[in-house]
């Protein structure tokens, strides 16, 4: 009995420590490479401009502030759907369903918009990416036949004055609540 719980506990210290790093693991695995590029989506949703103007109302953001809050206004909205949906952001935040596309272009709008309310787009800018995942170099997309699995949408946030980059992908940070992600250079640059 006294070997059960030693080992109970040591599983349970291993858990503990994959789920505390699991943002350093993850970017250490898989890397994200730039495919191509979507266009971004401009709000016009009465009700989500509505809810971006209450929840920012008084309030000067600094971009990690902006990007927390286009994550949590993107993942309170919308649940993951395999089922063939809308890119656009105002129709998924109707909708409230949406795949990685749906999602990637609902946190970029939603940054967007903040930026410009913000008076920020001069100092940052919020990319929409479609990438390839390479977990340990290697292209997981190729495993599949399925259209919906040859790629996969996330987020560059560009702080132009600075020429760095941040990278983001909305529904990995849904699910998972990994902040950021790791891209790979890009290969359209």
């Given at each position: ?97 949406a795949n990685c596309i749906g999602y990637s272009s ?18 940052y800018e919020f990319i929409h990416l479609v990438g ?55 290969s359209l640059e």
């Amino acid at each position: 009995m006294n070997r059960f719980k030693k080992i109970i506990k040591y599983l349970s210290l291993l858990i503990l420590l994959l789920i505390l790093s699991r943002g350093v693991l993850f970017r250490t695995l898989v890397k994200y490479s730039e495919v191509d590029r979507r266009k971004n989506s401009v709000l016009t949703d009465k009700n989500l401009i509505a809810e971006i103007n209450y929840q920012t109302e008084g309030k000067v953001l600094n971009i990690e502030e902006i990007i927390a809050l286009s994550n949590e206004i993107t993942s309170d909205t919308l649940a993951f759907s395999l089922n063939k949906v809308s890119s656009n952001a105002n129709s998924v935040y109707t909708s409230k369903k949406a795949n990685c596309i749906g999602y990637s272009s609902l946190f970029n709008s939603v940054g967007n918009y903040i930026l410009a309310e913000q008076k920020l787009t001069d100092s940052y800018e919020f990319i929409h990416l479609v990438g390839a995942l390479n977990v340990l170099g290697f292209n997981i997309h190729n495993l599949f036949d399925n259209p919906f699995f040859k790629d996969h949408d996330y987020n560059e946030i560009k702080y132009k004055k600075m020429n760095t980059k941040l990278f983001v992908d909305p529904s990995l940070w849904d699910y998972l609540r990994i902040e950021y992600v790791s891209s790979q250079k890009n290969s359209l640059e």
